[in-house]
């Protein structure tokens, strides 16, 4: 099955400054890549998506970029905001098979 | 647009215990998914339901597990006894798709098995 692996762990970034997340998949067929945002006492919500026929997508401050090749997907965030502060993961997704997530990445910003 | 509701939030019980967990999808939504979140870990899926079926219940821990979804609305997630190690939160989600794009998620039940 599906392997996902994420890193880092923890990242502390000063307010203002970018922050990356990156994971890595092991089945080249998967095709859908959520990342999900996780604040304290609630569940995962979805922040951004990209699906395997485009490189790159953004929004507003949040961008995602995948390299099927490398198998790899990365989370861009930039000018860091002390509410980003959040435990980050991703998914990936083969046609209609499960959700696989990655073991996530808690995101410090410091003030 | 209300968002995915569970109850309870919060359910501490001894082992060998039974517990339930309550999930109402958002309005609409004909797909419907129980994981588990272990400390520290990414959410695993349980099961899945396209309206009343479970299309995928693979990784359900059917000795000790059930889950059903009468009428394909409302969803109740059961373990019956618990053991120690099922301590974890368990997450509701729902889409409206018949694929696992763009799942919302419920605010999770935490369990403590004592």
């Known amino acids: 099955g599906e392997n996902v692996e994420q890193h880092p762990s923890t990242l502390s970034v000063q307010e203002g400054d970018s922050a990356v997340i990156k994971c890595t998949y092991s089945?080249?067929?998967?095709?859908?890549f959520p990342w999900y945002k996780q604040e304290l006492g609630k569940g995962p919500q979805l922040i951004i998506d990209?699906?395997?026929?485009?490189g790159e997508k953004k929004d507003q401050r949040i961008a995602v970029t995948l390299n099927k090749t490398a198998k790899h997907f990365s989370l861009h965030i930039t000018e860091t905001q002390p509410e980003d502060s959040a435990v980050y993961f991703c998914?990936?997704?083969?046609?209609?098979?499960?959700?696989?997530f990655g073991t996530g990445t808690r995101l410090t910003i410091i003030p | 647009e209300a968002g995915v509701v569970q109850s309870p939030r919060y359910k501490i019980i001894e082992k060998k215990q039974p517990v339930a967990f309550w999930c109402n999808p958002i309005?609409?939504?004909?797909?419907l998914y129980w994981y588990r979140q272990n400390l520290g870990q990414g959410p695993e899926l349980l099961i899945r339901?396209?309206?009343?079926?479970?299309?995928?219940d693979s990784q359900l821990p059917k000795d000790r597990f059930s889950a059903e979804r009468l009428k394909g609305v409302d969803s109740t997630l059961k373990i019956q006894p618990a053991e120690l190690g099922d301590s974890a939160v368990y997450l509701c989600a729902s889409s409206s798709s018949g694929n696992y794009n763009e799942q919302f998620f419920g605010p999770g039940t935490r369990l403590t098995v004592l």
């Open positions: 998914a990936a997704l083969r046609g209609n098979e499960k959700l696989t």
């Open positions: 309005s609409g939504h004909n797909t």
């Open positions: 339901y396209e309206n009343e079926e479970a299309v995928d």
């Open positions: 089945d080249s067929a998967s095709n859908y």
């Open positions: 990209i699906r395997s026929n485009v």
